[in-house]
């Protein structure tokens, strides 16, 4: 499978790790790194938050499918999707050749204490009962982060151990460091 994967596309629920493990990654390998939310917010000039108020979210979707769809085509590249994008039905089947899609699994419980601490940054973890918005969303997107080709669980773990763990079950070499062993 390494040898011809050349785009690793991180996959998972809001505060799974996603862009953090995703710079991790992208230092190792000596690939660019391309995050979908940072990439919207660029186009559009505003941030998530923003977008969401201001022209709801289906507009939101539709600009994050294009530059997904854009993104998608670069290689090598470590991509990181934001968290609904990959939760469209059959949505990861349409991916190019050559990228390997990685799901990062975290608790609903883990995901929202993530979210508490940048306050304001996402938009459908907000209000009242958010952590039954969480569990809620997370049990109907399970079924289609399921699909991804590597799962890894993030909890407890530190970015450099999830990183390390998904080099080693993609079969990816680091760059510079011919003493690992593909599998
Ligand atoms: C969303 C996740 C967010 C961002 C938007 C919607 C979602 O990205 O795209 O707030 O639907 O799960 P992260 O997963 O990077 O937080």
């Known amino acids: 499978m390494a040898s011809s994967i050349r785009r690793l596309l991180l996959v998972g629920f809001m505060g799974s790790g996603k862009s953090t493990v995703g710079r991790s990654l992208a230092r190792t390998l000596g690939w660019p790194f391309h995050d979908f939310d940072d990439t919207v917010e ?12 201001e022209s709801g979210e289906a507009y ?22 934001g968290g609904g994008w990959a939760a469209v039905p059959g949505r990861l089947r349409t991916v190019p050749p050559g990228t390997c899609s990685v ?31 969480a569990r809620t969303l997370l049990n109907e997107r399970t079924p289609r982060y399921a699909e991804c080709d590597v799962k890894v669980d993030t909890e407890g773990q530190t970015v450099e151990d999830v990183s390390a ?6 079969g990816l070499i680091p760059e510079n460091d011919s003493a690992l062993e593909t599998r």
Not at 42 to 52: T, V, Y
Not at 65 to 76: G, Y
Not at 165 to 170: K, N, P, S
């Open 42 to 53: 660029e186009e559009e000039g505003r941030s998530i938050a923003r977008i969401f108020s």
């Open 60 to 81: 939101f979707r539709a600009v994050e499918d294009r530059v997904a769809r854009r993104l998608l085509d670069a290689e090598p590249a470590v991509l990181a999707a």
């Open 103 to 133: 799901w990062l699994k975290v608790s609903a419980e883990e995901a929202v204490r993530r979210a508490e601490a940048q306050p304001g940054s996402r938009p459908l973890l907000q209000g009242t009962d958010v952590l039954e918005v």
């Open 165 to 170: 763990r998904i080099l080693e079950r993609v």
